[in-house]
């Protein structure tokens, strides 16, 4: 009896032996990219910043490469991370979070407000067709929409800001609903990219403007073609690598930044033991960044710009707190008024587009 190979439900069962033609061909003709999700992040496991945020301001994030923007006033906004119940079916793949963006305090003067994630790489998907897919419900009916645009980068003379897809608008319920849309993104052709390859192309949901409106959001996944297929999570170690290009910090995955605790802190001496001679140190990061971060160094008692003493957060003396490179940083530096020689810090090092 010959032995079978199966791959997925909807692959026939096909002798070993004549299996790898068939197979093949049904590779070869997915779509370039189809089982990739160009998201990260897509299903919300992952907070480095903190799972609760009051009236962040434009241009900033919560969710790890989830971002807001808008104009106008903002209103009063909070941003937090929910649970699913445990056993839910409304969306499938038992996931653990979703993100809840409520506008409690309608915002004015607005003409746009807009979720947001930068995906690394202007030229993804150019030319091609792809399918978005996601879950989301509101508390009272809203309508927003989605677009894809495109932004060349800085350095030496790039091609400026552009639309880069059609649009599509979603009817939101307060019933959990999956929405797809097929979009065609433009072409790069004939465009110029900045030279200091912080290009990108952005997928931005615009949302209600001057109003209140509560919108929760769980499993977003991209992928060229035109077929939205089923979401399939990342492992968490696999998710947060990948958020850890853009950004990393030295708390506990739950600890927000600026936390009082000297749990995960960075410890060291100065060099001969003395409150106030030279302290230096190499930190590595866990992750390869992107590019060459912005490092800020936290006392364990919460103070930015400073490193505890074993008494206090102290401000820098002489030197420099952090000199960072892709992989890591340098320390090189007195304390002001130290009281022994011991040092012990945390960091954040950002390196989002």
């Not at 969710?63 to 909070?78: E, F, I, K, Q, S």
């Not at 879950?135 to 880069?164: D, H, L, M, Q, W």
Request: overall charge negative; some cysteine; proline content about 6%.
């Amino acid at each position: 009896m010959a032995n079978l190979i199966t791959i997925g439900p909807d692959v026939e069962s096909q002798p070993l032996n004549d299996n790898f033609a068939a197979l093949n061909d049904d590779i070869v003709n997915v779509p370039h990219g189809l089982y990739r999700n160009a998201i990260i992040n897509g299903n919300f496991d992952v907070w480095q910043r903190g799972t609760s945020f009051s009236n962040p301001p434009y241009n900033s994030y919560f969710a790890d490469r989830w971002r807001h923007n808008g104009d106008g006033t903002l209103g009063t906004l909070t941003v937090t991370r929910q649970e699913f119940t445990p056993g839910q079916t409304d969306v499938p793949n038992n996931p653990r979070y979703f993100l809840r963006y409520a506008q409690t305090v309608e915002g004015t003067g607005q003409t746009f407000r807009n979720f947001e994630q930068l995906i690394e790489n202007a030229a993804i998907f150019a030319g091609q067709t792809v399918t978005l897919s996601f879950y989301a419900k509101a508390v009272s009916p809203v309508v927003i929409s989605v677009r894809f645009f495109r932004n060349f980068g800085t350095g030496g003379s790039p091609s400026p800001f552009e639309p880069a897809s059609n649009s599509a608008n979603f009817y939101l319920t307060p019933v959990w609903q999956k929405f797809t849309a097929t979009l065609q993104i433009s072409s790069v052709s004939g465009k110029t990219f900045g030279t200091n390859k912080d290009d990108y192309l952005m997928m931005v949901f615009g949302l209600p403007i001057n109003t209140t409106y509560t919108i929760d959001f769980a499993q977003f996944q991209l992928c060229a073609g035109n077929v939205a297929l089923p979401f399939h999570p990342r492992s968490f170690a696999e998710e947060l690598a990948l958020c850890q290009r853009y950004y990393e910090k030295s708390y506990n995955i739950d600890t927000p930044p600026g936390t009082a605790t000297d749990t995960g802190a960075i410890y060291g001496e100065t060099e001969d033991g003395a409150p106030g001679s030279a302290h230096v140190d190499t930190v590595q990061f866990r992750v390869r960044k992107r590019s060459t971060p912005t490092v800020i160094i936290y006392g364990t008692g919460g103070t930015p710009n400073a490193v505890n003493d074993e008494t206090a957060d102290r401000s820098i003396g002489t030197g420099s707190f952090a000199m960072p490179s892709e992989t890591g940083f340098l320390m090189n530096y007195t304390l002001q008024n130290a009281t022994s020689g011991r040092r012990w810090f945390h960091y954040i090092a950002d390196a989002e587009l």
